[in-house]
């Protein structure tokens, strides 16, 4: 007991009274004083706990247990009788905390709202980030944004504070960048409301992106819910250097992989190899593992995690994680579902696109393979920055490039910008001189915020329709995901790369070869950039942006006005009638890639994702109708007209036809936006039948009263006709493994049967049953 006391009184000690400026300088101390209050001793992990549930299970597997494993089932509700079996069993799990950010909170908030709770059961946070739209330069846009979102953010503000939710106010930065210099730490078990919420794998962390039902799960202290993870084991030898850069890491992955091949599984990374990459590296890694379908990736503690926590006045936290370092690292011995081996030394520069984030290419080759694919040259614009790839060491080494052009007498090509990660990341590059640089040579620094990379972007130097190129630093580059134009091909890759290929002003170019030409005539090539890992001096802070909620706060209120076409309370979903769903409606079925994207458009339509009937005018409106290769452009089987897919289901709605959505494989991948489930609910549909879907998606499905399901056989996908009726039976013995049945009734008169499998669990049966997760929260 006294141990336990001491352990628990030391973490108060690092955390509650707010270490976060421990072992730094008076200065830096007193002007970060005023947001200490961040921290909340509840908020972190009680390593002896942890310690004492992984030995529970381990015992009880009689076997070693990977990193993953062990922060997962240290986790659990209830070690002592969960069933574990990894890709089949759900676990029952106590994440330590939520963050959410500011476009998936709003919907979070108004469930959680709706939950009829009066404060949130574990700490929480909101960040605002996803509503700053990238325009001019940092300064104006945000000032801009402030004014045109200000009803959002005050409800925000006002739900944190009446709940009990942290607030992160419009220019503090990315969630992802404020969560790792803040939240997370070895060991800790965090859910967020974004997809590349795994960024905190980079510290040792298991941070899982999830929809807003999850949160609002956890939020209510009521256990979350998890399909137990697959490990994939990726073994890293060797070491970075030269040009290679830690996004090489995942890039390659990525091109291992694809966009599914993670789907089920945490990505573990461990070797030798891993000792070369920083702690802020790592994290990228960890990022980009989203796209990949991973449901989370994670790198062992070790000395640059270390490093990392007392520069950013975690001490504290980095000396009790050496006491316990053996929990924070595999088990000698432990076993992966799959291994991928990497050797650094042999990796080179990767960049991946167009259109998809898994088509890999080594930058020697890239030029090439644009030429012989029609893909332009020419780079229009370059763009370093994003949650991926914001960090001082990022900045550092893009900078450094930069100067050797400006040296020679050379500015980029191509037009460049750059979004810093967070405050504290503006900040200290702008003490340091590297936003001078960067800007000397050409770029422009945007607002800490998401911007492009999410499609907040005010693009203006090409036409919509016109075929261009762009490289950027950041994670994802579907179809028109960053300036909503579908010619334009996106390339992903390290920020130096970015850099280089925005000085030169085209693919084609090798940075570790090739050479430029300086104003005088004098060839030259790059030499490979460098940077440092951390500032040399404390990280600046700039400014406070943080507000606690009060300790009680029952007595404020939250409105949302009636004539808000920004916000909109929830009203229940149906309950299920408790009979087969009959005759419902093809509404479109699908024909390849559709991401979430695809089905809830980011960009100028992030206003509204707090009100659900102004945001499903979006729906599916980016997916590709198999009858025509049409987008937006479907049947209504009542009018025999074509229209809109969201119109055709508001009229498909309103004469009581429900309606189903088939579609390809890995449905859903990508971001974590419940939007993407919310908005078929709201506007009539019943069910979604495809060949494979991803995760969150799948999940959010479910948790909204939908049905989610696979075809048994996948080439069934190629029997459904995109006018057809189907009928799902087995709905009145609905149980876990036991498929359904779906008979398909073409428009010719002839019918046939096919059977469709699911993934719910008991629970689960009881969201669909309910009407969705909420709802059965309600009668619980």
């Excluded at 029609?374 to 060491?393: A, D, F, H, Q, R």
């Excluded at 949302?560 to 009979?579: A, T």
């Excluded at 997916?623 to 969201?646: F, H, M, Q, R």
Aim: proline share 5%.
């Amino acid at each position: 007991m006294a141990t336990y006391c001491l352990t628990v009184a030391r973490l108060q000690l690092a955390l509650g009274r707010g270490a976060r400026r421990l072992h730094v300088s008076a200065a830096y101390r007193a002007k970060a004083q005023v947001a200490m209050s961040r921290f909340e001793p509840a908020s972190f992990i009680n390593y002896e706990k942890l310690q004492s549930n992984v030995d529970i299970v381990r015992k009880r597997l009689n076997r070693p247990l990977t990193l993953s494993e062990k922060i997962v089932y240290g986790h659990l509700d209830n070690p002592h009788s969960q069933e574990i079996v990894r890709g089949h069993t759900y676990l029952r799990l106590n994440p330590d905390r939520v963050a959410m950010q500011d476009a998936t909170a709003q919907m979070a908030m108004l469930q959680f709202i709706s939950s009829g709770l009066p404060k949130v059961a574990v700490p929480s946070t909101i960040h605002c980030d996803h509503l700053i739209e990238a325009q001019i330069g940092g300064a104006k846009d945000l000032a801009r944004a402030k004014e045109v979102n200000k009803e959002v953010y005050n409800f925000l503000s006002s739900a944190g504070a009446k709940y009990g939710v942290g607030f992160w106010k419009p220019g503090s930065g990315i969630i992802h960048q404020i969560i790792l210099e803040n939240y997370a730490y070895p060991g800790v078990m965090l859910i967020g409301t974004d997809s590349h919420t795994p960024n905190g794998g980079g510290l040792g962390a298991i941070c899982i992106g999830v929809g807003g039902a999850d949160a609002v799960d956890v939020m209510a202290g009521i256990p979350w819910e998890l399909k137990c993870p697959k490990v994939i084991g990726v073994r890293l030898t060797g070491s970075l250097s030269g040009w290679t850069s830690p996004k090489d890491v995942i890039l390659k992955v990525a091109g291992i992989l694809t966009v599914k091949g993670g789907t089920g599984a945490i990505v573990e990374y461990h070797g030798p190899g891993v000792a070369s990459i920083s702690c802020t590296g790592m994290a990228t890694i960890c990022n980009m593992g989203a796209e990949i379908g991973a449901t989370t990736s994670v790198f062992p503690y070790n000395h640059r995690m270390r490093t990392y926590l007392e520069k950013t006045g975690r001490g504290q936290i980095a000396a009790l994680a050496d006491e316990y370092s053996d929990l924070l690292v595999p088990d000698e011995g432990c076993k992966y579902d799959q291994i991928i081996e990497l050797n650094l030394d042999e990796l080179k520069p990767h960049i991946n696109g167009p259109f998809t984030p898994d088509l890999a290419h080594p930058v020697s080759k890239i030029g090439a393979v644009a030429e012989k694919n029609g893909w332009p040259l020419e780079v229009k614009v370059g763009l370093i920055g994003s949650c991926t790839n914001s960090s001082y060491e990022d900045m550092g080494r893009a900078a450094s490039v930069a100067k050797q052009a400006l040296d020679k007498g050379l500015k980029c090509k191509a037009q460049f910008t750059v979004t810093p990660g967070s405050e504290q990341i503006r900040a200290t590059i702008e003490r340091d001189g590297y936003s001078k640089i960067l800007a000397d040579v050409g770029g422009v620094v945007l607002a800490n915020a998401c911007g492009p990379c999410i499609g907040q972007w005010d693009r203006r130097d090409v036409k919509k329709g016109e075929k261009n190129t762009i490289v950027t630093s950041f994670n994802r580059n579907f179809t028109a995901r960053n300036d909503a134009n579908p010619a334009t091909h996106a390339f992903v890759t390290s920020p130096e790369i970015v850099t280089a290929l925005a000085i030169a002003g085209t693919l084609n170019f090798n940075p570790e070869t090739d050479y430029l030409t300086a104003p005088n005539g004098e060839k030259f090539t790059l030499e490979p950039p460098s940077g440092d890992e951390l500032p040399a001096r404390d990280f600046d802070p700039g400014q406070d942006t943080y507000q606690h909620p009060p300790a009680d706060g029952t007595s404020l209120k939250v409105d949302v006005s009636p004539q808000s076409n920004r916000l909109q309370l929830l009203e229940p979903f149906d309950k299920w009638s408790g009979n087969d769903l009959e005759d419902m409606q093809v509404l479109i079925k699908v024909k390849g890639k559709c991401t979430t994207d695809h089905i809830s458009a980011a960009g100028p339509w992030l206003k509204f994702r707090g009100h659900l009937d102004n945001i499903s005018n979006n729906m599916l409106i980016g997916a590709v109708n198999s009858e025509n290769d049409a987008v937006n452009k479907i049947k209504n089987c009542l009018t025999g007209e074509y229209g809109g897919v969201p119109d055709v289901a508001r009229h498909y709605k309103a004469n009581c036809v429900s309606w189903v959505v088939v579609g390809d494989d890995n449905y859903g991948e990508g971001s974590s936006r419940e939007h993407a489930a919310l908005q078929p609910r709201h506007l009539g549909g019943r069910a979604i039948i495809v060949k494979s879907f991803a995760r969150i998606h799948e999940t959010n499905l479910k948790k909204q009263g939908l049905l989610p399901l696979t075809f048994s056989n996948p080439s069934d996908y190629d029997r459904i006709c995109p006018d057809d009726k189907i009928s799902i039976r087995g709905l009145k013995t609905f149980t876990p493994g036991k498929p359904l049945t779906a008979v398909v009734k073409h428009s010719d008169g002839s019918e046939e049967t096919l059977e469709l499998n699911h993934s719910f669990n008991k629970t689960q049966i009881e969201w669909f049953r309910a009407g969705s997760a909420l709802n059965r929260m309600k009668e619980l």
